[in-house]
């Protein structure tokens, strides 16, 4: 398994611009997330999905939209970057809570550096 | 106030210390989840746990769900487990997180 793959690992986007996040894992895990880590500071939660077909927004949702039409892709957009955005994205991903009695580790990718300038 | 804070924020051990880490949390969980994120950046998972005690190796995770409190020990220190030790609390599919604390072993 490859776990959890992000791409790109580093981008630089001008102010404006848009882009997408691509996030996959191929642990059939329901259960997705995106993450932001500004430099410095904690992660917050910006989106998460519980399964194919339905996303709801985390605690820092502006500015960025989701979609998930596959239990294996969880794209993230940015549309309109600005300064603020600049930050390390990270996509993580749970097997599917309740169903087997496992919740005990969540899986991370590596992480994707944005810039906006 | 934060939702979800850790003390303390910094931590230098010599090697072969006992080593606890604090978080306290505020909002309503069904888990307590507690990562480490290494100097290069990348994130794994140490534990999830919703009440008791759990343990891995020189790992040991405590969570008291009446006190809102939850401790993380590493027994016999190592300089290879320096490292930001991060909890985050777990509700409703939503998740928040410490701030972290940033573990330095020396040899």
């Known amino acids: 398994n490859a776990g959890v793959t992000q791409t790109p690992k580093f981008r630089i986007l001008k102010i404006g611009q848009s882009m997408t996040l691509q996030c996959a894992q191929d642990?059939?895990?329901?259960?997705m997330y995106w993450y932001r880590q500004d430099p410095g500071m904690g992660l917050k939660l910006i989106y998460y999905?519980?399964?194919?077909?339905?996303?709801d927004k985390g605690e820092v949702p502006n500015g960025y939209n989701v979609s998930r039409s596959t239990t294996e892709d969880f794209p993230l957009r940015l549309e309109l970057a600005a300064p603020s955005q600049t930050s390390v994205y990270f996509c993580?991903?749970?097997?599917?809570?309740?169903?087997?009695?496992?919740?005990?580790?969540?899986?991370f990718g590596p992480g994707t550096r944005l810039t906006v300038l | 106030k934060n939702e979800v804070e850790q003390s303390p924020q910094n931590l230098t051990a010599q090697e072969g210390e006992f080593i606890t880490i604090n978080c306290s949390y505020s909002v309503g969980i069904s888990a307590l989840h507690w990562l480490q994120q290494h100097p290069g950046g990348g994130i794994v998972s140490l534990f999830m746990l919703s009440s008791g005690k759990k343990k891995h190796g020189r790992l040991i995770a405590t969570i008291n769900i009446q006190e809102k409190h939850s401790s993380l020990h590493i027994t016999a220190s190592h300089p290879r487990d320096s490292a930001v030790y991060i909890c985050a609390a777990f509700n409703n599919n939503d998740m928040r997180f410490g701030a972290g604390t940033r573990l330095t072993v020396k040899p």
């Open positions: 999905s519980v399964g194919a077909g339905i996303t």
């Open positions: 642990m059939n895990h329901n259960y």
């Open positions: 993580a991903s749970l097997p599917l809570i309740g169903t087997s009695g496992r919740m005990d580790e969540q899986f």
